[in-house]
């Protein structure tokens, strides 16, 4: 055979295995772990009667996705798409999205009544797509979410609370404030379930000699009264008094189906609203176990431009000690492998998590020794674990855990979350003391107002993308930014010396470590 004559066969042969893979249909593969409790414990409605079904594509570049659409439109879907985004939304009647993909899509009732599609098989990429589409999203309509709201302790023991100058004394704090830095000019968004009143934010503001506030409200103010947004509204003002306070209505985000989307949407709007400002999340999308990277490609992509423009943000890692799948109201079952993962929010690299500890201090509030906070009775305690969804970002490279894992680790940072330990807050016209990782994601949010107002007033520039700065510092700076907690534990993980998923790199000494920032801010590059 001449050389002209094989290299003609290999072309033949090449072109036939191509054909090959192009026809066959990739396999959707079952979904297990909490999704399959999920489906399991619910009814399921027989086929679903969705006026539309849809899921979110995850794409390679944030290009026109022509060939996407055009395999949409051949399986009477549509695309939907925004210029420079990486993901896109396929959507279409429950039979043509079920025919395209080759899975069933059912209508499923659960335990607390709530009607929702589902499949319980996870789409696959079809093959004509896969150098456009890096992946596909849950068909789901139903977002377990929940509030981390406070149980509160009525206030008994004063030396088991931190009033609003104690907890600044315990964190270092006190020297900036008494220097002039209360958050001025700064802007701090609280995204909620529930809403809050403002009698009792009067009462907080004239019980501790604060300046009265009233927040602003996005999308209206949610009738639910948990008590949570009030303490996160109190706790930020508490340290930065005259920051400005936002108070985003998330409720709309987990009505219907398309929670991620509509969460990116809600987030790009309160960028575009009060853009570098600070964000602080304490309620809970859904497990990442639940979810695809797919999924949450808009609100990575939304967060991503936020923290471009200056935003900060911080999410509560959670108050179940790193067993944030287990299902509560939803699905119920003896706590196992499946329960282990975190909050779907606090899987992603953009968010600085926030753990809990119980803290320890001398009888003028000066900080002492702290611990990883765990109530094992209830299984209650400090969220953390490693992501099921996304990769160890280039910031945690240096980190050393005990199963040198390539995934993304959370918590970052930590700070007081114990009930017994707690901040006192006013809810329904009562002292009481607030606690869990939705205290001290807001207590950070305060400290990092006053370290704004002290950047820019000192030649330096608002934090922005935060996690990258705090493990370089954590790694080496000239003055001690972080308390390194060492004792106690969750359900995942053990603290210990050094970065850990319990309590992260640690609680901060705030007039320590923002100085650190200021001299990294403006060293010669």
Same mark, same amino acid.
């Given at each position: 055979?001449?050389?002209?004559?094989?290299?003609?066969?290999?072309?033949?042969?090449?072109? *036939? %295995?191509?054909?090959? /893979?192009? #026809?066959?249909?990739? +396999?959707?593969?079952?979904?297990?772990?909490?999704? =399959?409790? &999920?489906?399991?414990?619910?009814?399921?409605?027989?086929?679903?009667?969705?006026?539309?079904?849809?899921?979110?594509?995850?794409?390679?570049?944030?290009?026109?996705?022509?060939? *996407? %659409?055009?395999?949409? /439109?051949? #399986?009477?879907?549509? +695309?939907?798409?925004?210029?420079?985004?990486?993901? =896109?939304? &396929?959507?279409?009647?429950?039979?043509?999205?079920?025919?395209?993909?080759?899975?069933?899509?059912?209508?499923?009732?659960?335990?607390?009544?709530?009607?929702?599609?589902?499949?319980?098989?996870?789409?696959?990429?079809? #093959?004509?797509?896969?150098?456009?589409?890096?992946?596909?999203?849950?068909?789901?309509?139903?977002?377990?979410?929940?509030?981390?709201?406070?149980?509160?302790?009525?206030?008994?023991?004063?030396?088991?609370?931190?009033?609003?100058?104690?907890?600044?004394?315990?964190?270092?704090?006190?020297?900036?404030?008494?220097?002039?830095?209360?958050?001025?000019?700064?802007?701090?968004?609280?995204?909620?379930?529930?809403?809050?009143?403002?009698?009792?934010?009067?009462?907080?503001?004239?019980?501790?000699?604060?300046?009265?506030?009233?927040?602003?409200?996005?999308?209206?103010?949610?009738?639910?009264?948990?008590?949570?947004?009030?303490?996160?509204?109190?706790?930020?003002?508490?340290?930065?008094?005259?920051?400005?306070?936002?108070?985003?209505?998330?409720?709309?985000?987990?009505?219907?189906?398309?929670?991620?989307?509509?969460?990116?949407?809600?987030?790009?709007?309160?960028?575009e609203q009060f853009p570098g400002g600070i964000w602080t999340l304490s309620i809970g999308w859904g497990c990442d176990k639940l979810l695809t990277a797919a999924d949450l490609a808009p609100v990575r992509s939304a967060m991503a431009a936020a923290l471009a423009r200056g935003t900060t943000i911080f999410n509560a890692s959670g108050d179940l000690a790193g067993l944030e799948c287990k299902g509560g109201h939803d699905w119920s079952s003896p706590p196992g492998p499946a329960d282990v993962g975190l909050d779907a929010v606090a899987s992603v690299p953009e968010v600085t998590n926030v753990g809990g500890t119980a803290l320890s201090t001398d009888a003028n509030f000066r900080w002492l020794g702290e611990q990883a906070w765990m109530d094992a009775p209830l299984t209650q305690g400090s969220g953390g674990g490693i992501s099921n969804l996304f990769d160890r970002p280039r910031w945690q490279a240096g980190v050393t855990v005990a199963n040198n894992t390539r995934r993304r680790m959370t918590p970052d940072i930590s700070a007081v979350a114990d009930r017994l330990t707690g901040v006192i807050i006013v809810v329904k016209q009562q002292l009481a003391v607030g606690g869990g990782t939705s205290q001290a994601a807001p207590i950070w949010a305060g400290m990092a107002a006053v370290m704004n107002q002290f950047l820019k007033d000192n030649g330096g520039r608002a934090l922005g993308d935060l996690n990258p700065t705090l493990y370089r510092l954590a790694a080496s700076a000239p003055r001690p930014g972080f308390h390194d907690i060492t004792l106690g534990a969750n359900a995942v993980a053990v603290a210990g010396p050094g970065y850990d998923m319990v309590t992260g790199l640690g609680s901060p000494d705030v007039d320590n470590l923002v100085r650190n920032i200021l001299d990294l801010q403006q060293a010669p590059r």
């Amino acid at each position: 055979m001449t050389t002209l004559a094989l290299v003609a066969v290999i072309a033949l042969v090449l072109a *036939l %295995v191509e054909s090959r /893979r192009e #026809s066959e249909s990739p +396999v959707p593969q079952a979904i297990s772990g909490p999704f =399959a409790l &999920l489906l399991g414990a619910s009814t399921n409605l027989g086929a679903s009667r969705a006026q539309t079904v849809q899921l979110t594509v995850e794409l390679r570049a944030p290009d026109s996705p022509d060939r *996407l %659409v055009r395999w949409a /439109r051949d #399986s009477g879907l549509s +695309v939907r798409w925004g210029t420079g985004h990486n993901w =896109a939304v &396929l959507q279409g009647a429950p039979a043509e999205v079920a025919s395209a993909f080759q899975v069933p899509v059912d209508d499923y009732r659960g335990r607390r009544g709530q009607v929702f599609y589902a499949s319980p098989l996870q789409p696959a990429v079809p #093959s004509q797509l896969h150098d456009e589409v890096a992946g596909l999203g849950r068909i789901l309509s139903y977002t377990p979410f929940h509030s981390n709201s406070p149980s509160l302790l009525p206030l008994e023991v004063p030396n088991q609370s931190l009033a609003p100058d104690s907890l600044r004394t315990t964190y270092n704090v006190s020297p900036l404030t008494m220097a002039g830095y209360t958050g001025k000019d700064t802007t701090i968004v609280v995204y909620a379930f529930d809403g809050f009143d403002q009698s009792d934010l009067d009462k907080y503001a004239e019980t501790f000699a604060l300046p009265k506030f009233t927040p602003e409200v996005v999308g209206g103010m949610p009738q639910q009264r948990s008590g949570e947004a009030a303490m996160d509204l109190q706790v930020a003002h508490a340290i930065a008094p005259d920051a400005r306070l936002v108070l985003v209505n998330a409720r709309s985000t987990v009505e219907g189906g398309g929670t991620y989307v509509k969460i990116a949407e809600q987030m790009a709007s309160v960028d575009e609203q009060f853009p570098g400002g600070i964000w602080t999340l304490s309620i809970g999308w859904g497990c990442d176990k639940l979810l695809t990277a797919a999924d949450l490609a808009p609100v990575r992509s939304a967060m991503a431009a936020a923290l471009a423009r200056g935003t900060t943000i911080f999410n509560a890692s959670g108050d179940l000690a790193g067993l944030e799948c287990k299902g509560g109201h939803d699905w119920s079952s003896p706590p196992g492998p499946a329960d282990v993962g975190l909050d779907a929010v606090a899987s992603v690299p953009e968010v600085t998590n926030v753990g809990g500890t119980a803290l320890s201090t001398d009888a003028n509030f000066r900080w002492l020794g702290e611990q990883a906070w765990m109530d094992a009775p209830l299984t209650q305690g400090s969220g953390g674990g490693i992501s099921n969804l996304f990769d160890r970002p280039r910031w945690q490279a240096g980190v050393t855990v005990a199963n040198n894992t390539r995934r993304r680790m959370t918590p970052d940072i930590s700070a007081v979350a114990d009930r017994l330990t707690g901040v006192i807050i006013v809810v329904k016209q009562q002292l009481a003391v607030g606690g869990g990782t939705s205290q001290a994601a807001p207590i950070w949010a305060g400290m990092a107002a006053v370290m704004n107002q002290f950047l820019k007033d000192n030649g330096g520039r608002a934090l922005g993308d935060l996690n990258p700065t705090l493990y370089r510092l954590a790694a080496s700076a000239p003055r001690p930014g972080f308390h390194d907690i060492t004792l106690g534990a969750n359900a995942v993980a053990v603290a210990g010396p050094g970065y850990d998923m319990v309590t992260g790199l640690g609680s901060p000494d705030v007039d320590n470590l923002v100085r650190n920032i200021l001299d990294l801010q403006q060293a010669p590059r």
